[in-house]
């Protein structure tokens, strides 16, 4: 198979995704749900594949699969920490997924703290970002969110007030699965700094659509997700360089017992893993350069281009259509993921979505676990939003169609 080389040609692009040639009912399918995973393509199917031909093994042996499979792990890691900029492989953990990964990390931070600490989350975060936190306040500790607007925005004011002395985390999401918001975490990594909180960020929406900087936004951890970023379903870890030796996460004494393997209980998911580095690479020859971490810069700076320009035709045309309301910004906003969100005056999003389906148009209604988001906004009163999420290999032809569709839907 053929590397994608820029500059980039998305239907070239779309040959690499064996599902997206895929029909229903000799229907082609129009995939709009990205945020919920995104389709994968053949260099990722072909590693996992190859893994267990050539390579099945548990690690830590003296005989060959396992040394490859020791290899494997080692470069996955190297591979992530290229994918987020984070100084070394030694910084990535591996786990099943996000949500049990925060969990994991937040039992370990809980026996750092003492009842009356603090940690502020946010009304805008997927429940993976909140419910963790939320449980501390059966050991005293003292949990405020962050208010979110109704323009699906945080609301920077009302952080800078419940940020204090006594906070030691703040739990903040990148950007929201929801609205596509993206969250101004330099700001957020301010505020801490001045009172020595950490900064814990949840990137699994903003890691598929944006080139992500640990090292830039200064994070202490940042947690993401590879099956939203053409992978399969492995969550990864970065914690900053030294950070997990100072935690107490549960875990076995028979395992090694030093970052980054601290944290990974159990045998990993071994042949995802070799999927997890076969989807950095892809996206990587999307872009250009010599080294891996600036293939990965420019290759997403063609995701990034080419999803919002889908993401703005396809809001200007929902937007033309009657009865409609968006929740979240519209496209003049300089960073937005390229995620819409909106609700109808009289159809439901679970109506608009069963009737997408009809015709192949794949896109989710309800809350998606941003659940205090839609409680705040009332929207949950209605049954959630219909959500369309675009993705590299979404092109004008999807746009079209899902507009058609949903004009039919619409004006029945
Ligand atoms: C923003 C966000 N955070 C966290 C999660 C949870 O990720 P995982 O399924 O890896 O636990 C999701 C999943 O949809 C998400 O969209």
């Known amino acids: 198979m053929s590397s994608v080389h820029a500059p980039i040609d998305v239907q070239q692009l779309r040959t690499h995704f064996p599902s997206l040639s895929r029909t229903v009912h000799d229907e082609i399918i129009t995939y709009l749900d990205g945020p919920a995973g995104t389709q994968v393509p053949i260099e990722v199917i072909k590693a996992i594949s190859h893994y267990y031909k050539t390579s099945n093994s548990n690690s830590h042996g003296y005989f060959t699969t396992a040394k490859e499979t020791d290899l494997l792990l080692q470069e996955t890691r190297n591979a992530v920490a290229d994918f ?27 026996k750092k703290w003492n009842p009356g600490d603090e940690v502020l989350i946010t ?29 699906g925005v945080l609301d920077y004011e009302d952080a800078s007030k419940k940020i204090n002395e006594r906070t030691k985390l703040v739990a903040l999401g990148w950007a929201s699965n929801i609205t596509g918001t993206v969250n101004d975490v330099r700001l957020i990594r301010e505020l801490t700094k001045q009172v020595g909180a950490y900064l814990l960020l949840d990137a699994v929406h903003y890691a598929a659509h944006f080139s992500t900087d640990v090292q830039a936004v200064d994070c202490d951890f940042l947690l993401c997700s ?42 990993l998911n071994h042949a995802a893993i070799a999927g997890v580095k076969a989807a950095i690479n892809f996206i990587a020859g999307l872009g250009t350069g010599n080294q891996l971490k600036n293939k990965l810069k420019t290759g997403f700076e063609f ?27 519209d496209f003049s906003n300089s960073e937005r993921a390229p995620t819409i969100s909106f609700y109808h005056d009289t159809l439901s999003a679970q109506e608009i979505c069963k009737q997408l389906a009809e015709k192949q148009v794949q896109a989710w209604s309800g809350h998606f676990y941003a659940i205090r988001s839609t409680e705040v906004t009332g929207l949950i009163e209605r049954g959630g939003v219909t959500r ?15 507009l058609d569709v949903l004009k039919k839907i619409l004006y029945k």
């Open 226 to 267: 590879a099956y939203k970023f053409y992978g399969p379903h492995v969550g990864l870890l970065y914690c900053r360089q030294g950070l997990l030796d100072t935690l107490d996460p549960d875990r076995l004494r028979t395992q090694a017992q030093e970052a980054p393997y601290r944290i990974e209980t159990g045998t």
């Open 84 to 110: 987020l900029n984070a100084p070394s492989g030694d910084c990535i953990s591996f786990g099943q997924n996000m949500t049990t990964l925060n969990f994991s990390l937040c039992n370990a931070l809980v």
């Open 123 to 151: 009304q805008m975060d997927h429940e993976a970002n909140r419910q963790p936190w939320i449980k501390l306040k059966d050991q005293g500790i003292v949990v405020k969110e962050i208010n979110m607007l109704p323009t």
């Open 388 to 402: 369309m999420g675009i993705s590299a290999y979404t092109n004008t032809a999807d746009i079209h169609r899902t």
């Open 303 to 329: 995701i990034a281009g080419h999803e919002r320009a889908m993401a703005s035709m396809l809001y200007d045309g929902i937007k033309k259509m009657p009865g409609i309301h968006f929740f979240g910004t």
